[in-house]
């Protein structure tokens, strides 16, 4: 049978393409390597994301089975200044309280709903090799499934493979982004202590000691599963891990590493005081990356599979998601008016889509530059009226909310005014410099961010470890 899509990866990326191209009644095939449910890194939503939800049809799902996040809070490792952005600052209406997730319960939910609109799925079926030069301009797929091998075929292909990078990698296109080379480890918590703000939904990011360049990022994912990651440069890591090799502590020297720096950082220390390991630690250490050439005629990589970019702002999934709404669009065209008007479509989208990442890029580099401002330093509220910085305030907040496709321009502009010292300082002063207005949570109380959640839809991935910090 001739596809007309075939989507490598059945993650939120390739999921969401599958429901959007299924819905224009296109025949769409998502192969996925592995048996969902399957664990995953990613777990903090942006607010941004709550309308593609809605249009996707899961919202009403989402909230039985996710903790609400009404915003973020960001902290010095000392814990001796920090600073809580509420979303309902700047959205007023319900899609400020965004959702932390288990990311094995969210994608799986993702695409059983592609499948529920009318997507084809094979789970388990490891896509293999790829000729983008099948007859008449198709696309030809090897997958292996129950040790078989399967080939398909498809007018068009969708590379949405996440970090295995598909196209990427056999194409040699993968590029990485030197001064983000950072690698992050992450498991999650039981029997943690509620307090500090993770009681009421707040994102938690505690920004480490100047030399590891890295933060810890903790979120409740459960009423009793607290995912905590940390995020250290190479550098470091290469020094601790020499450090565990001369003590002869070589074997699960990632795990010792992980549990020594949730000894070091004071919030961590008090939280996970009497805690224990729920999971297997995940490592992830292949990022960040671009690949330049990320479609043509018959392809496209969205997502991960294409582009990544440091966590620091929870960016990934809504970049994701988003991107396969904005091309499933561009894609329709290129069926319905032929090569030339899609290919114009496909140019404007990728412009878009680029556009939304470089700006992420622009603020993920300015969170690790120590010259730059601290959002932990910087207080959320203002009193000020001077009318222009107080705009600039609400971009902050924006942009932690997620708004990089509406006006990345603007932001951009914005981000690069703050990198004067000058307007730095007065911008500081006039709006932001208030300490004793800290807010220390965003006025939820514990029945907002876990009360809708119906314990008998959760489901509980294994239990590994009983390590205690
Ligand atoms: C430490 C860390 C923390 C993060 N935190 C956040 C966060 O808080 N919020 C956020 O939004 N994002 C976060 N991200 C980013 C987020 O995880 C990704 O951006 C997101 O998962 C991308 O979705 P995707 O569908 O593109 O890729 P994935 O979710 O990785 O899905 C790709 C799928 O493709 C499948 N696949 C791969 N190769 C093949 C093959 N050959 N054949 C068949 N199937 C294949 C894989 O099994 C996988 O299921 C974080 C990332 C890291 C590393």
Not at 267 to 278: G, V
Not at 317 to 328: D, Q
Not at 452 to 466: A, K, Q, Y
């Amino acid at each position: 049978m001739l596809y007309d899509f075939i989507i490598i990866g059945g993650g939120p990326t390739g999921a969401s393409a599958g429901t959007f191209l299924a819905r224009k009644g296109y025949k769409a095939l998502i192969l996925e390597k592995e048996i969902f449910p399957r664990q995953h890194v990613g777990e903090s939503l942006l607010p941004f994301c709550y309308p593609l939800f809605e249009e996707l049809g899961v919202l009403d799902e989402m909230k039985k089975r996710f903790v609400r996040k009404p915003g973020a809070r960001f902290s010095n490792h000392d814990g001796t200044s920090s600073s809580t952005w509420c979303f309902k600052n700047i959205i007023h209406d319900d899609s400020y309280l965004s959702f932390h997730v288990v990311r094995a319960d969210f994608d799986k939910m993702l695409l059983d709903n592609a499948v529920k609109n009318g997507a084809e799925k094979r789970e388990g079926c490891k896509v293999e090799k790829v000729d983008l030069n099948g007859p008449n301009g198709t696309v030809i797929v090897d997958a292996i499934q129950d040790e078989t091998r399967h080939t398909f075929q498809a007018r068009f292909l969708i590379d949405a493979s996440g970090q295995d990078t598909f196209l990427a990698k056999r194409s040699g296109d993968k590029n990485a982004y030197q001064d983000l080379d950072r690698i992050a480890f992450l498991t999650h918590w039981k029997g943690a202590k509620y307090t500090q703000g993770i009681d009421v939904g707040l994102l938690q990011i505690v920004y480490l000691e100047a030399h590891k360049s890295g933060w810890f990022g903790i979120q409740p994912v459960g009423k009793d599963r607290l995912s905590v990651g940390l995020v250290v440069n190479r550098k470091y890591l290469k020094e601790q891990k020499e450090k565990f090799k001369r003590s002869g502590n070589e074997d699960d020297w990632q795990k010792q590493f992980y549990l020594q720096e949730v000894r070091e950082c004071s919030l961590t220390r008090e939280i996970l005081a009497h805690a224990e390991i729920a999971q297997p630690l995940i490592a992830v250490s292949d990022y960040s990356y671009f690949a330049e050439k990320t479609f043509g005629s018959n392809f496209v990589m969205l997502g991960d599979a294409g582009k990544f970019l440091d966590p620091i702002f929870a960016s990934g999934v809504y970049l994701g998601i988003n991107s396969s709404k904005m091309f499933a669009n561009a894609l329709d065209l290129l069926f319905k008016e032929g090569q030339e008007e899609g290919m114009k479509a496909m140019i404007a989208t990728k412009k878009h889509i680029d556009g939304a990442y470089n700006l992420v890029e622009k603020f993920v580099n300015i969170f690790y530059d120590p010259e730059s401002f601290n959002l932990a330093t910087l207080s959320s509220v203002s009193e000020s009226n001077y009318s222009g910085y107080e705009t600039a305030f609400s971009l902050v907040h924006y942009l932690l909310a997620g708004d990089f496709f509406n006006n990345y321009e603007r932001y951009s502009d914005f981000l690069d005014m703050l990198k004067n010292p000058k307007q730095f300082a007065r911008w500081k002063n006039l709006v932001v410099n208030k300490p004793n207005l800290h807010e220390k949570t965003c006025g939820h109380n514990y029945e907002t961010i876990f009360g809708e959640i119906d314990d008998e839809l959760v489901e509980s991935t294994s239990i590994n470890g009983n390590v205690r910090a």
